[in-house]
């Protein structure tokens, strides 16, 4: 269990974080492959089902946002290098063709 920090550094009492089991994990995944954006009423309906407040709900879905668009960018990124390798390459081999072509003059 983890406690809240007050701003002095110490330990704030009553307040204990949750962590999730893995069903409220599963479902909150499973929700957010559906749709990343929560409108209110789905956020009611997986906070009643979950047994959190509607709060903790939009703040997991917010984060999670949050990861999905780093982790979609790093996919970006490594597609793009990939590509640009591979082009690098082929722009080497029209190179190589291009300077040991001689045309045949009739």
Known sequence: MYYARKDDGSQAEGKK???????????REKSFELGNKLEPERKMQLA????????QVAIWFQNRRARWK??????????????????????????FITKNFSPRVW
């Open 48 to 55: 009643r089902a979950l047994g959190l407040h509607p709060k």
């Open 17 to 27: 974080r949750r962590r999730l089991n893995m069903e409220q994990v599963k479902t």
């Open 70 to 95: 780093t982790s979609s960018w790093r996919r970006t990124m490594i597609f793009l290098k990939a590509n640009m390798i591979l082009l690098r390459k082929i722009m080497m081999h029209f190179k």
